[in-house]
């Protein structure tokens, strides 16, 4: 490959993404375990939290708005087994 000024500059971009990508991931994880390890009286305000967290991060393009949809899904399903 050789070093243009366009694409040395999509290599940079790709490194930025790819970091703001990985921290958005790793909450979207965080708040998903925080509801599952919830108790049944904290669950639904934990539920809450994770549901505007998740709409956020679809919202920004970093997961696809139907994966976000199965996220709440599964969430909610757990809540009701409570």
Known sequence: MSAKGSELKRVRQAE?????????????????????????????AEFKNAVKT?????SKGIIHKKKAS???????????QL
Do not use: C, F, G, P
């Open 54 to 58: 998740i709409d956020k991060i679809a």
């Open 16 to 44: 930025k993404n790819r970091l703001r990508n990985k921290h958005y991931k790793s909450v979207l994880s965080t708040v998903s375990k925080k509801v599952l390890n919830a108790k049944k009286e904290d669950a639904q």
């Open 70 to 80: 199965n996220r709440k899904s599964k969430l909610n399903k757990h809540i009701n």
